[in-house]
């Protein structure tokens, strides 16, 4: 599974931003994978920012950009979204897609561990 993450910039505080992620390869199905979107600041480590699972039944977020952030997936487009609104320089950081064959559930898919593949990153820049 190769994932293609996209949609970053450049922002203000209180502006919205939509990333992407399309998911690529031979014999699988998208439909199946769980998926999730973490994030890096310079400096700082790994930090889950939300997930969904193979049949969007469950949908977790980070506690700062819960009413904030919407992760969702078109399984017929084999695309990840992440709706992000009022943004803050604290979500400045380079996010990453992540996707996992082992369907995690509510509490495996905030861990980095669960997912076996992952996009290149996409950097969002948010100014004040």
């Known amino acids: 599974v190769q994932l293609q993450a996209s949609g970053g910039g450049l922002v203000q505080a209180g502006d919205s931003l939509t990333l992407s992620c399309v998911a690529s390869g031979r014999n699988f199905d998208y439909s199946g994978l769980g998926m999730g979107w973490f994030r890096q600041a310079p400096g700082k480590g790994r930090e889950f920012v939300a997930g969904i699972t193979w049949r969007s039944g469950i949908k977790e977020y980070l506690d700062s950009v819960s009413g904030r952030f919407a992760i969702s997936r078109d399984n017929g487009k084999n695309t990840l979204y992440l709706q992000m609104n009022s943004l803050t320089p604290e979500d400045t950081a380079v996010y990453y897609c992540?996707?996992?064959?082992?369907?995690?559930?509510?509490?495996?898919?905030?861990?980095?561990?669960?997912?076996?593949?992952w996009g290149q990153g996409t950097q969002v820049t948010v100014s004040s």
């Open positions: 992540a996707a996992s064959t082992t369907r995690p559930g509510r509490s495996t898919m905030r861990n980095w561990t669960a997912y076996g593949y």
